[in-house]
């Protein structure tokens, strides 16, 4: 009973979920984290609080008039200039003395905008801001993303801001829609190919989808037909519902904060893991997946969010970027079809079925643990770099069950 199947979790998980305090990287620089996007840029401007304060002497907390006076000051030591000389508008959006990790800091969110007729991909970058009262202080220019020119989400450092070297030159060179395309395509196949909480949850939904349910337990088999058709509304209700999340967080903004968002994938994959074992929602495996795809769906719009101003742009890149999660999506699908119907036909079926389960719902539940608590738990780095193995393994399986279906029609012929 899901009972019994939730209380062998909850065991497996204390044993192996010793948990360690999040690592914090303490090294009290500054950084300045650049998103380029056709027509724009958005800078994410972090500066240690304690730094800050003893540079310039103003107050480091939260109230109006602290806020303005620490905007006015970012705002008259930083700048972005064009080959030509003329200056880029630097509008700061947001600006909170807030913890992101370790010691507080001034945490400041800005768009940049070029001046007209100047190109978006070539600047210098001006920064003064605490290197010029505290010449040891330094800050980090780095890259977070630049999808049109092939930078797709890892950090590229473009050199340190100091006292002695206050300016750096970026120059990113020639990008266009097409390249914007192709490397939105990348990125989504990518995340999905390494998000394993998304594929563990269809796999999770997929596992009983061969499966009647009768009695409170998994028993007959369903028609071939009727199973294939059953497979196809599960996986195209989960791209329905994270394809309009990620549409309306691009488009219109809506998001909610990454945490619970997280948790929440998390807590799809452990419910889904209980029903392949046990059902909980027989038949309504179509809704479970439209609801919590409407959940990864948000988790998606995270790596978007800065795709761009113009409509044109981040239509081309949501296009881009969905289709790259749907061909990996469907490759995985397609790939453990053959291994998912033969377990289901298999006398020994119940149980593989059952521990496969047991092992997606134990990782999704130390996820989860991890996710809500801000822990690190050893226990999770196994089950990463095992989940590869595991699919590998259930691709050669369905390539051995192929052979021994094809081969013999073969030979007769």
Known sequence: MPARFIAALAVLLLLLALPVPAAAHLTPNSEIRLDLAPGAIVADIVVPQSEFGYATGLATDNRPASLAAARAYLLGHFAVVAPDGRQWRVAIDRIAFETIIGPPDLHATATLLPPPGAGDRSF????????????????????????AGGTRGERELVGALTAARPVLAVDRGHAGMAG????SFRLGARHI??????????????LPAPLLAA???????????ATFRHLAMIVTAFTVGHSLTLIA?????????AAPVEAGIALSVLISAIHAARPIFPGREPLVALGFGLVHGLAFATLIANFGLGAATRVTAILGFNLGIEAVQLLVVLGALPALLAVARWRHGPPARTALAAVIGLAAAIWLVE?????????????ET?????????????ALVLLRTVLPRAQRA
Not at 124 to 147: K, M, N, Q, S
Not at 180 to 183: D, Q, R, S, Y
């Open 249 to 257: 967080a691009a488009l219109f903004g809506a998001h909610l904060p």
């Open 386 to 398: 095992a989940i590869p193995w595991s699919f590998a393994l259930i691709l050669l399986v369905s």
């Open 124 to 147: 210098r970058v001006d920064w003064r801001v605490i290197t010029r009262e505290v010449p040891t202080h330094f800050a980090l220019l780095v890259i977070g993303g630049d999808l």
């Open 371 to 383: 996710r809500v608590a801000g822990l690190v738990i050893p226990a999770a780095a196994l089950f």
């Open 180 to 183: 914007l395309f192709a490397n």
């Open 215 to 225: 009695g409170g337990r998994w028993s007959a088999l369903r028609e071939p037909r």
């Open 193 to 206: 190919a390494e998000g394993y909480d998304h594929l563990m949850f269809l796999l999770a939904l997929l």
